[in-house]
């Protein structure tokens, strides 16, 4: 494995864009999906246990199985493989009762936001998100609108997926009471996942596992960008995640990439 992983490696190094300098990040065996986040960096293994990131080493955090983890300004948030929506509080994950999320994602501006399995999008007020430590059901307001993932970021809006692939964008969630200032379709590039990190800046994933980031977000246009440039990858990708100048990426094989941009 190791010996594959430097012949990978090498690889990026020719291939990657000039403007990342991609190398391998912590090992974990096997990784299937990752978030980063206020400079936390979360992850799940191929047996999908929750690990979070201390120096270059992971820490398990639970024997609860979970399909997605997301870390931001709402905390640590994760759906598990049973879709039952848990928060990390004081060193565990707690279990809470209410609508049951495949996805959940922690990183805007203090809200938690969704979706179901049958790909409908919720908000969770921040008033909510911050509090929660257990007790009581969790009160989600229904987006009016069918997302199949779905991301947020303090400086930039919310973000989102549809089942055809087709990306959505809108300006303002509102955290206090998770209204939504209306979806625009983003033209170009289908992606099955898009993730925009804390200071807007916007990166997607293709189908076939192709990584892109949105162009044209800069101070006074930070909405919606101009278009999607590729960033080359040595190889294909299943999810990535962005956070203060890192693109974190999680290939096929499960290797972790950890790039910085060169800005």
Known sequence: ?????????????????????????????????????????????RNNYPYFLIGSS??????????????????????????????????????????????????????????????????LRCSSALTYRGAGSLGWNYLSRSLKYYTCSPKNGCWGVDTSNRVYFTRTLNSVNCGASGWTQVAG???????????????????????????????????PGTSWVRVPMCMRVRHLSYDLNNLWVVSNSGLILKCTGRY
């Open 58 to 123: 992971w820490r398990r955090l639970s024997s609860i199985r979970f399909r997605h983890l997301s870390v931001g300004p709402a905390g640590l948030w994760g759906s598990s493989t049973s879709n039952i929506v848990y928060k990390y509080v004081a060193g565990n994950f707690v279990q809470s009762r209410g609508t049951s999320m495949k996805q959940v994602d922690a990183g805007g501006d203090d809200q938690l936001v969704g979706v179901t399995t049958s790909n409908q999008a919720y908000c």
């Open 1 to 45: 494995m190791k010996a594959i992983a430097a012949i990978l490696l090498v690889l990026c190094h020719l291939a990657v864009s000039h403007a990342w300098n991609c190398d391998e990040g912590p090992r974990l065996y096997n990784a299937r999906q990752l978030d980063a986040g206020q400079g936390k960096v979360v992850a799940l293994d």
């Open 189 to 223: 590039q289908r992606m099955s996942m898009v993730e925009v990190g804390t200071d807007g800046r916007v990166f997607g994933l293709t189908p076939g596992g192709d990584v892109y980031q949105r162009a044209g977000i800069y101070t006074g246009r930070p909405y």
